[in-house]
């Protein structure tokens, strides 16, 4: 199957609610996901896979134990591996996120904000 | 080291030579990479890499044997492995690329287009 382009933004049209990645391309052993982000997450960390946040849209807030990173459009950072975070978005924000195929947006963590079985867009 | 943001318009801002990836991010065994592209590439593949090409600016043609793919800005495509394709940029391209540590520029060929030991922004 000869490879397709996807719009960003014709891909984040398709969907409205927070918190739920979708995932829209494969690299490798990695996911594209992209996710739509307003309120407070959940403290977690990811025991074995960095991660990736790529604003697309809004400004995004991510409280790590020793610092807060704030994002605008066209920021990235990776989040290391075991480290802590929690991302806050006070008004709405559009994400790109690459992370490899066995991470769980909530981490160690299992509760009523975990999403599996991620839908394709 | 805690995580740091990284601007993309500030990174792109600090060099100006096509064709010469620069490192500036790493996310578990792949890198986040930025360049700049004008002219023509050679034709290549990577034999064992899937390659993500982001499109920030301007517009990118990608070419493969079955299918011209055209790329504006927000827009992305995973060239999968084995894949031949030849990148060509009319005028200035800015690229986001997430690939393996392991992917050289021109893939299966070692010419003077390759570049080796990347640079990090």
């Known amino acids: 199957m000869p490879p397709e382009v996807v719009s960003l933004a014709e891909k984040f049209a398709l969907f409205s609610e927070h918190w739920s990645p979708?995932?829209?391309?494969?690299?490798?052993?990695?996911?594209v996901k992209l996710v739509k982000l307003k309120g407070e997450f959940v403290w977690h960390h990811h025991p074995n896979e960095d991660e990736m946040f790529l604003v697309v849209k809004g400004r995004l807030l991510i409280e790590t134990?020793?610092?807060?990173?704030?994002?605008?459009?066209?920021?990235?950072?990776?989040?290391?591996?075991?480290?802590?975070?929690?991302?806050?978005?006070?008004?709405?924000?559009?994400?790109?996120?690459?992370?490899?195929k066995s991470t769980l947006n909530t981490g160690n963590l299992e509760n009523e904000r975990t999403r599996t079985k991620l839908e394709r867009l």
Chains 1, 2 share one sequence.
């Open 22 to 31: 979708k995932i829209v391309g494969e690299v490798n052993e990695s996911y």
């Open 65 to 100: 134990p020793g610092k807060d990173l704030l994002l605008d459009p066209g920021d990235f950072v990776v989040i290391p591996m075991k480290l802590e975070h929690r991302p806050v978005a006070k008004d709405e924000v559009e994400v790109v996120l690459f992370e490899p």
